[in-house]
């Protein structure tokens, strides 16, 4: 009897060995949204000041001109200086005016150009304006710099902190929905920088990847399938291929397209291009798996109806079982551009791994990925970025998230419409 | 239930065991009892062997079809009648491993020569499978599907009237008249299979194979699959391979017994029914075993 | 050039849908009109592409004199396809296989299409192979596999100290393997036996909702788990370290392999899972039939003869922590460190790939095709592991089938 209860006891040692893994894998995946959100919320929000522009004729176009070639050239950073000037006043000598500036972000006065390059009647007139404030006064307003901190640690000093009390004060400091996350491209200024420029790297490569891996995946997994003949040595030697490929770490595939597409075609460094060729083989693979699984799974009665009235083979796969096999298809499609979008390691070979301010207009020219704009911007131990890298992980994730429930959705459906 | 259409592993080893318990029992089924031939053929097959790899499934079997006759195939499962079936339309090309040697002459042409194009062969010889299986496709689209590959209506007009034409003769028209864009799969098992009938019918096919159209059915829809199969006799040569012995007696007018492979014996159904010749018809009609 | 072939492409279409239109008036077809018409599209198309093709490619590798007489190849390109339109055009008749002869085509396609995975296969072996080769001649491949020192930097002036250029990759090879063995430390156990209770003890709907939630792991991008380790791991390592009074580098290999044994843990389960619920029922009822516990069978049937599958299933995880890249260039050290030591920085061979390669080079220099070895050694090593473990994993399915 006492056997038993120690075998029991054991039972119940093992089951709970079980649950303890489960835990361990379910919390350390709870840790790591937890912190990545955590850190990264705050990044949706920026701070912005809001300054009594005065569209200085004196300053802009001292001839009245109104011709923009000629007001483009004008000091538009006095313009901001003035501003802050009469926000502050009385704030004497050159290093604590230079301070002073330093609260707004030196885009400030780009955005003054563009204002009077959109309406050049402005000038003369005197308008209030948001523009955004420096990186360490957004950080300090997040509460991501602690005021309560001795002076020599904080980012900000006393002095800076009275004038920020000031802007409180005069409620002409506030947090906006962050629209530079998604409007811009890299910048040096954690503030100033979004990740357009990466989205629409990512998304030019992964074009080119889906255009040239969905075909060529389907019609490699509708002969391999349907067609090929059985036991033939080269067909075996096809699907050895495949199945390796599927296999082989991804940082190879950005060696080959170093070694070929760059050097031997000449194709341009860092371009979508050739990140989009690249992830296509990766992804081939994936999609070649998934769409013979699917098209396995159309049951055999349908394809033999059609033969059985005379179609031939080739009308029978291609009116009868590939159309039912679509949304199979479709499902490994999207888990493979998933996957293409969250890959990074063979882009950084061929070169898409650059600071890029512009955003890409072709697919040529050079650009980063999403993912690959996160590893920059995590090499960066600016708090300012760490918390712009969180959030583009967060932007990442929903991608990924909302692809793959499309793929478990398309999933569901054609299981669903086969029984 | 059995599925004879899939030839597995076990169908196969099954019908080897079966060789070597007959070569016990010692009973010659080799030679086939009763007249194989007829006086108007629209099929005749000489010496037909099939193989599953090594193993034989079919041992030189011989046979006449004639014009508008039913002729039910009948048997215990395994004795080859579904694989016999599938010669006549060379279905049995899409199983990797089966070899058939012999002829099979439809119109004075050897429908197993290696140069006969099947896509023609299978418009001329239909065939209706053991459980419906219409295409994901609207009703309308499932019988106009075989006239629109065969090319057999110019426009629109001369489809529409092969499809309700179809339709009327299948016995479906009436019901589903006013959905004919629901799916094929939307209707219930009887009217599937009757679909897959019409389906079949729109290529007007000179004869009309059936594998157990009746196996997945219950017994009304049975009832009406039959009655059917009775009225396109007119038009129509059809082979039906059936488990039930009743539904040979009530369609057909000749019977062929098979087993183990081999045709044990063909005649009039009647004759079949009441006096079989040969011993081993009478056992599996008599339910002895099957 | 493309646009004019489509265009002419339609009016083939068009040619030949009228021709056997006609003749089906009077006469029945082979095929349907339809299959004659993009028959005679698609196959005068393709001529006259392929003459394109065939012509640039000349130009560009053997004759570029070709390059003045390009007015010409218009005109060829459009002789051509009127001669196989012709051609093609001249063979409807009532029993000419438009279809057969269309669906060949189809079928050649799509097996070209296959065959652009074994193009792929060698178009990496050869890149690696073919740059390895220039970089073996400058550094013995000796020197290379069994050389202890690793410092890339070839020198710039020859009395530059510290810069020595040495090629010796053991370091990395050790650092590869301890990381990935750190990593397996953590997937091995956890994936295991998460696999043995989702599959054994967990209710069907304790399945279905824990099951997508450990896949989520392994959806989640690599470059996310390399900030994860920066952020999150090695300060946590790094500090617990300082309480216990250990020094650990903040570029612990610790840090990389505990993070990667995160990414690996949801591979080894799904795995797993595949290879337990491959054994038999009746040997585990056998067990359970004569009054063993669910453990003691788990542990003593199922597991014995699951391990086959299991060993390969976690062979495939080692190469895949070995092949892994982000996380360990992130979280990973950058100079070489022979050491066992895992609360030090070591580093692996993806990071040195991405160190060599990333930022300006010129192609030729050692230092760049020292990458290429390395993607040469990482390429067999992963071919090799992936082989066997395949090879293991099909003998067992094989055994239960």
Redesign the interface.
């Known amino acids: 009897m006492n056997n038993l209860k120690s075998?029991?006891a054991?039972?119940k040692?093992?089951?709970l060995?079980?649950?303890?893994?489960?835990l361990?894998?379910?919390s350390?995946?709870i840790?790591?949204f937890v912190?990545?959100v955590s850190?990264g919320y705050t990044a949706f929000k920026e701070t912005r000041i809001q300054l009594p522009i005065n569209f200085n004729e004196e300053i802009l176009d001292p001839n009245n001109t109104k011709d923009w070639n000629i007001v483009k050239k004008a000091n538009f950073n006095k313009l901001v200086k003035n501003a802050v000037d009469e926000i502050i006043p009385g704030v004497e000598g050159r290093g604590n005016k230079r301070k002073l500036y330093k609260l707004i972000s030196s885009s400030a006065e780009y955005k003054l150009r563009d204002l009077v390059e959109e309406n050049i009647e402005i000038i003369g007139t005197k308008e209030k304006i948001w523009v955004l404030a420096d990186d360490d006064v957004d950080m300090l307003i997040k509460g991501h710099i602690k005021r309560d901190l001795p002076e020599s640690e904080r980012r900000i000093d006393n002095q800076e902190l009275q004038w920020i009390a000031i802007l409180e004060s005069k409620k002409i400091i506030k947090k906006f929905f962050n629209k530079t996350l998604f409007t811009k491209g890299d910048s040096a200024e954690s503030e100033q920088s979004g990740i357009l420029g990466a989205l629409i790297g990512s998304l030019f490569a992964l074009t080119i990847t889906l255009v040239l891996s969905f075909?060529?995946g389907i019609?490699?997994a509708?002969?391999?399938e349907e067609?090929?003949p059985?036991n033939n040595k080269f067909?075996d030697?096809?699907e050895v291929?495949?199945?390796?490929?599927a296999?082989?770490?991804?940082?190879?595939?950005?060696?080959?397209g170093?070694?070929?597409f760059l050097?031997f075609f000449g194709m341009p460094r860092s371009a979508p291009l050739v990140g989009g060729l690249v992830l296509s083989?990766m992804t081939?693979?994936t999609i070649?798996i998934s769409s013979r699984a699917a098209l396995k799974s159309v049951?055999p009665?349908?394809?033999?109806?059609?033969?059985?009235?005379?179609?031939?083979?080739?009308?029978a796969v291609f009116?009868?079982v590939v159309?039912?096999a679509l949304p199979g298809m479709f499902t490994g499609t999207i888990i493979g551009m998933?996957q293409a979008?969250?890959?990074?390691?063979p882009l950084?070979?061929i070169?898409m791994?650059a600071f890029i301010v512009d955003i890409p207009q072709t697919m040529t020219d050079p650009a980063t990925a999403l993912?690959?704009q996160?590893?920059l911007w995590?090499?960066t131990p600016e708090r300012g970025f760490?918390e712009r890298?969180?959030a583009a992980?967060m932007v990442?994730?929903v991608f990924?998230v909302f692809m793959?429930s499309l793929a478990v959705y398309l999933r569901k459906k054609y299981e669903k419409?086969i029984n | 239930m059995y599925n004879e259409n899939l030839i597995t592993e076990e169908n196969i080893e099954m019908i080897n065991e079966n060789f070597i318990e007959d070569e016990q029992l010692k009973i010659d089924i080799s030679e086939t009892v009763g007249d194989i031939h007829v006086e108007d053929p629209r099929i005749i097959a000489k010496n037909v062997n099939v193989f599953y790899g090594e193993k034989i499934a079919i041992n030189n079997v011989s046979i006449d079809i004639g014009k508008n006759e039913v002729l039910a195939m009948i048997g215990p499962s395994g004795c080859g009648k579904s694989t016999f079936l599938r010669c006549l339309?060379r279905?049995n090309d899409?199983i990797?491993s089966c070899k058939v040697q012999g002829e099979i002459y439809l119109d004075n042409k050897n429908i197993l020569e290696k140069k006969t194009d099947?896509?023609?062969?299978?418009?001329r010889v239909?065939?209706?499978?053991q459980?419906p299986?219409?295409?994901?496709k609207s009703i309308y689209d499932n019988v106009a599907?075989?006239p629109k590959?065969?090319g057999l209506a110019k426009n629109k007009t001369e489809l529409d009237e092969i499809v309700f034409n179809s339709l009327e003769r299948a016995g479906l028209l009436a019901e589903v008249k006013d959905r004919l864009n629901s799916p094929g799969t939307s209707l219930s098992g009887g009217q599937q299979q009757r679909l897959?009938i019409a389906?079949?019918i729109a290529?007007s096919p000179e004869v009309i194979l059936m594998d157990e159209p009746c196996s997945a059915l219950d017994p009304i829809a049975t009832a009406k699959v039959e009655q059917l199969i009775y009225e396109l006799k007119e038009n129509f040569t059809i082979v039906i391979v059936t488990h039930a012995m009743q539904q040979a007696a009530r369609v057909s007018q000749r019977t062929a017994y098979f087993h183990l492979g081999n045709l044990v014996e063909v005649g009039a159904t009647e004759k079949i029914f009441t006096t079989p010749q040969h011993k081993l018809t009478e056992s599996y009609i008599t339910g002895r075993f099957g | 050039m493309f646009f004019i072939i489509a265009l002419l492409g339609v009016s083939g279409y068009f040619a030949g849908l009228r021709k056997s239109l006609i003749i089906r008036e009077k006469n029945t077809l082979h095929s349907t009109p339809i299959y004659h018409g993009v028959l005679l599209a698609v196959n005068s198309s393709l001529a006259s592409i392929l003459t394109l093709v065939v012509w640039l490619i000349i130009e560009k590798n053997i004759f570029y004199e070709l390059k003045f007489f390009r007015e010409y190849l218009y005109f060829l390109t459009f002789i051509v396809f009127s001669f196989t339109a012709t051609l093609t055009y001249n063979k409807i008749k009532h029993e000419f296989k438009a279809?057969?002869n269309l669906?060949k085509i189809?079928?050649l396609?799509?097996?070209s299409?296959?065959?652009?995975?074994?193009l792929?296969?060698i178009?990496?072996f050869l890149?690696?192979i073919?740059?390895s080769q220039k970089f073996f001649n400058t550094i013995p491949i000796i020197d290379f596999l069994f050389g202890t020192h690793w410092s890339p930097q070839m020198p710039i002036r020859e009395d530059q100290v510290g810069s020595s250029g040495a090629f010796g990759a053991v370091p990395l090879f050790t650092g590869t393997f301890l990381i990935a063995f750190i990593a397996m430390c953590i997937a091995g156990?956890?994936?295991?036996?998460?696999a043995?209770?989702?599959s054994e003890?967990a209710t069907k709907n304790v399945r279905n909702f824990?099951k997508p939630?450990?896949e989520?792991?392994a959806?989640?991008?690599?470059?996310?788990?390399?900030?994860?380790a920066?952020?999150?791991v090695a300060p946590f390592i790094r500090n617990t370290g300082e309480q216990l009074g250990i020094s650990i580098a903040s570029e612990s290999a610790l840090a990389a392999g505990l993070v990667m044994g995160?990414m690996i843990?949801?591979f080894v389960?799904s795995i797993s899972d595949d290879v337990i619920n491959a054994v038999p029922r009746n040997l585990k009822d056998g067990s359970l039939g004569i009054g063993a516990?669910?453990?003691?069978t788990?542990?003593k049937v199922i597991i014995p003869a699951a391990l086959p599958g299991i060993i390969g299933g976690l062979l495939?995880a080692v190469?895949?922590a070995?092949?892994?890249?982000?996380i360990v260039?992130?979280a990973a050290g950058m100079s070489a460190n022979l050491t066992a030591n895992p609360f030090e920085a070591v580093t692996t061979v993806?990071v040195q790939?991405?160190i060599l390669?990333?930022g300006d080079q010129e192609?030729d220099s050692p230092k760049t095709l020292a990458?290429?070895a390395l993607?040469l050694v990482?390429?067999f090593i992963?071919?090799i592991l992936?082989y066997i473990a395949?090879h293991i994993v099909r003998k067992y399915r094989e055994q239960y089938e």
Do not use: W
């Not at chain 1, 060995?17 to 489960?22: D, E, R, V």
């Open positions: 075998r029991q054991k039972e040692r093992f089951q060995y079980g649950i303890f893994s489960i361990i894998a379910l350390l995946l840790i790591l912190s990545i850190q075909p060529i019609a490699t509708v002969y391999l067609f090929a059985k067909i030697f096809v291929n495949i199945n390796n490929l296999a082989i770490p991804s940082i190879i595939f950005g060696l080959l170093l070694a070929i050097n083989l081939l693979p070649i049951p009665s349908i394809k033999e109806g059609a033969l059985g009235l005379g179609a031939s083979n080739v009308q009116q009868h159309p039912v998933a979008l969250g890959e990074s390691a950084l070979i070169g791994v993912p690959i996160i590893y995590a090499d760490v890298t969180s992980i990442l994730l990924l793959n419409d | 339309n279905m899409t990797e099947v896509v023609p062969l299978r418009a239909g065939m209706v499978f459980k299986n219409p295409f994901p599907y075989g590959i065969h897959c389906r079949t290529v | 279809r057969d669906e189809i079928k396609f799509l097996l299409c296959s065959s652009l995975a074994i792929v296969t178009g990496i890149s690696v073919f740059e156990p956890i994936g295991l036996m998460s043995i209770y989702l003890y824990i939630l450990t989520i792991l959806g989640i991008p690599t470059v996310v788990y390399g900030f994860f920066v952020i999150v995160i843990i949801p389960s516990t669910k453990s003691e788990i542990i495939l190469s895949r070995i092949g892994e890249t982000m260039v992130m993806t790939i991405v390669l990333v192609f990458a290429f993607g990482l390429f992963t071919l992936n395949l």
